[in-house]
């Protein structure tokens, strides 16, 4: 029943490594989104997809790719983790597509700690 | 220049009384306007949205925007301690990027 899932809820690595955070949605959204969220609490989109297709993608490295299947489903695959990636990454959806990104809804976040 | 502002807190009132949270915005062509409750260790949660000048009242909330000052703000009444948490205002700029400030903690002492 859940709206917005995301998996894993937390993921422990080491830097070097690289990893995927997968993010689906049951609410037939046509907008999907990434955001992460550092220790001051604060929240900076990322990247998003309108019906598989990027339409954000703000200044994140090279090293973050998103990657959206279908528009139920935005991964989100990052290489060669660095310490600075330790975050809480959220992902969300939101019924408007691209009318402004209003009504998001977002996952139960992925508490990424980076050893 | 922030995009959104919010005083970080933390705000603490006691149960019963008025929260009144604060959060202005740069860009003059924001349309839509957001309130976001965080619990600590959960994701945020969609609580207000305003699109006009004025006020929207829901239940113990109300969101009051002022385009003219780039001013929009939440008012909690009858404060409970479930209110405690972390309040995120988000703002919808002409680009479609949802910008939000850094959240205003707030505690209901019971």
């Known amino acids: 029943d859940t709206a917005v899932s995301q998996t894993p809820k937390y993921l422990v690595t080491q830097m070097g490594n690289d990893k995927s955070i997968k993010c689906e949605q049951n609410?037939?959204?046509?907008?999907m989104y990434w955001y992460k969220q550092d220790s001051k609490k604060f929240l900076k989109i990322m990247f998003s997809y309108n019906n598989k297709e990027l339409i954000i993608n703000e200044t994140v490295p090279n090293r973050f790719s998103p990657k959206s299947p279908d528009k139920a489903h935005l991964n989100l695959h990052i290489n060669s983790l660095e310490l600075g990636d330790s975050a809480v990454y959220f992902c969300?959806?939101?019924?408007?597509?691209?009318?402004?990104?209003?009504?998001?809804?977002f996952g139960p976040g992925t508490r990424l700690t980076v050893l | 220049q922030k995009e959104v502002e919010q005083n970080s807190g933390p705000l603490s009132v006691p149960e019963g009384a008025i929260a009144s949270l604060n959060c202005t915005y740069s860009d003059r062509g924001s349309q839509s306007f957001f309130w976001y409750r965080q619990y600590s260790g959960k994701s945020p949660e969609l609580i207000m949205f305003i699109y006009s000048n004025g006020d929207k009242e829901d239940g113990r909330f109300t969101a009051q925007l002022n385009k003219a000052s780039q001013y929009v703000s939440l008012l909690i009444r009858d404060s409970q301690p479930s209110d405690s948490a972390t309040y995120l205002c988000?703002?919808?700029?002409?680009?479609?990027?949802?910008?939000f400030g850094a959240g205003t903690t707030v505690t209901v002492r019971a």
């Open positions: 988000a703002v919808n700029p002409p680009d479609y990027k949802l910008s």
């Open positions: 969300a959806s939101s019924p408007h597509g691209l009318a402004g990104g209003r009504l998001q809804f």
């Open positions: 609410l037939g959204h046509d907008t």
